[in-house]
């Protein structure tokens, strides 16, 4: 069974940096799409960052130039790096991805736990 586990959130001060973690554990061959999401209290959640099985990334506007989006497939992972944090940016993030899970192409799509990122003096 796949799951997604997160890591990496906590609490820093404006203008510093955090890097989100996205580990696939299980049976896996590789990560082929990751999105990142964040839901601040009262609002939606809202697509962050994505990336393709190609490599292709897409960013929100609002942190275009702040955060990168990669996988290291080595790793099983997901990155989600994040630089200049701003108080803005505070909330719980959450990983989503599709993993390969066979040569046959069977696939596996979940959700991570959530991390809380706070961005505050």
């Known amino acids: 069974q796949v799951q997604l586990v997160e890591s990496g959130g906590g609490l820093v001060q404006p203008g510093r940096s955090l890097r989100l973690s996205c580990a696939a554990s299980g049976n896996i061959i590789s990560i082929n799409t990751m999105d990142w999401y964040r839901q601040p209290p009262g609002r939606e959640r809202e697509l962050v960052a994505a990336i393709t099985r190609d490599g292709s990334t897409n960013y929100a506007d609002s942190v275009k130039g702040r955060f990168t989006i990669f996988i290291d497939n080595a790793k099983n992972a997901g990155y989600l790096q994040m630089n200049s944090l701003k108080p803005e940016d505070t909330t719980v993030y959450y990983c989503?991805?599709?993993?390969?899970?066979?040569?046959?192409?069977?696939?596996?799509w979940g959700w991570g736990q959530g991390t809380q990122v706070t961005v505050s003096l």
């Open positions: 989503n991805a599709e993993t390969l899970l066979d040569h046959d192409g069977t696939t596996w």
